[in-house]
């Protein structure tokens, strides 16, 4: 039986109870949501050693971090890399994006190292392996792709994206209303591509409730794709995007009604100013469904700092009602993360889900900030340091140059902060 099947029956599962508990929520807070569908909690039954971990309304911000080979370049070893890196971060879920080397046999291995939830595409591997069998992604038989999905469940993979939304109206919206950057999404382009070799209708969509029926078996949690998402600014909020978004409403129900858990994906590339609408257009229309978003990156020149670009969007996306924000590292549109830019990815984005946790009044976040304040005050630098974001790289910087006085070297005998408390009076404490 689902987390959302036992929340409709009035039961609190172990797992709720562990995400409460983590929240510093009452358990039932999270049953009621997990039953609303406004908390998802992805949760594989096969997926041994999982430490749960809640997505949703009143809920902290979580960070994913994705991992994964390329056709150049990565196999076992780099991805379980990476994935220390992400945990050691502090990032809340992982996915394995592998399009290269033997793909089941790496996420067997992040599956079985890591107690994260563990998302997957699994529409990467069944197009590649159409490519080695039948010469095509396009020639994939519809049996193949939901035999992936089956296998993906099966070795413990607790939420999958799935780009069910790109149905042939919404790719006519497209060819109507033509974009700069076209579509950026790899799933949405090998959805596409095998839509309109075969003129038949996305089989995602078209075989909808046999989806369900393998979520439901496992308790695979689904996370509907933005397989349109806007890769510019300036395809940002076009006609496609919101046709993929209206249709991804209507699967969030079916979904619910299955007793399916499940979230939404949105965008992708998009102007500061159309970010906090776009969120409150996906909680309308899928009925306040968990938004897990891509950023969003609010400009195409940040080539090398894309993290940065990515975490001014997802502060605002978190401020807004946003509830997962998809990390985004250094090496984006650039080159293969390697651990360093998983690290920094994974940083940088809690960064922005703890900015606009502060502003969704999220329990205890802005309590992190004042125990920070209070340790300046002191000029308690060992506190500073374990209070930090990345207490290691705070610990590193603060030890690279010495200092005369209590303060940094910034200022070295002319701290402001010291200077005020003696002169009224009050003297900071030192380490």
Partial sequence: MT????????????????????EGLEAEQVRAGVEDGSIVIPANVNHENLQPCGIGKGLR????????????????????AKLRAAEGAKADTVMDLSTGGDIRSIRRSIAAATSLPLGTVPIYQAGIEAINRWGAIVAMPVDHLFSVIQEHAEDGVDFITVHC???????????????????????????????????????????FDRLLEIALRYD???????GLRPGSLADASDRAQIEELLTIGELVDHS????????????????????????????IVCRGAPFYVLGPLVTDIGAGYDHI??????????????????????????????????????????????????????????????????????????????LSLDPEKSSRVRGQHQTSGSGCSMCGQYCAMELVANYIGTTPGRC
């Fill in 61 to 80: 911000t979580k960070v994913n971090a994705n991992i994964g080979t390329s056709s150049d370049f990565g196999d076992v070893n780099t991805e379980l």
């Fill in 309 to 386: 670009s990515a975490a001014i969007g997802g502060a605002i996306a978190s401020a807004s009602g946003a509830d997962y924000l998809c990390y985004v590292t250094p090496s984006e549109h650039l080159a293969l993360p390697d651990a360093e830019d998983v690290r920094e990815g994974v940083t940088a984005t809690r960064l922005a889900a703890h900015a606009g946790d502060i502003v969704k009044g999220v329990r205890g976040a802005l309590d992190w900030d004042r125990a920070m304040s209070l340790a300046r005050k002191k000029l308690d630098w060992k506190e500073q340091v374990r």
């Fill in 165 to 207: 939304g790109i149905t042939r109206k919404a790719v006519d919206r497209l060819k109507q209303s033509p974009r700069l950057t076209d579509v950026v999404s790899r799933g949405g382009a090998f959805t596409i591509a095998w839509m309109l070799h075969n003129g038949q209708e996305n089989p995602l969509y078209e075989h």
């Fill in 3 to 22: 987390q959302l099947e036992q929340a409709r029956k009035g039961t609190i599962t172990p797992f709720m109870r562990a995400v409460a508990n983590s």
């Fill in 220 to 226: 695979v949690t689904l996370s509907l794709g933005d």
């Fill in 256 to 283: 619910r009604a299955a007793g399916v858990q499940v979230m939404v994906e949105g965008p992708g590339h998009m102007p500061l100013d159309q970010i906090a609408a776009n969120v409150q257009l996906e909680k």
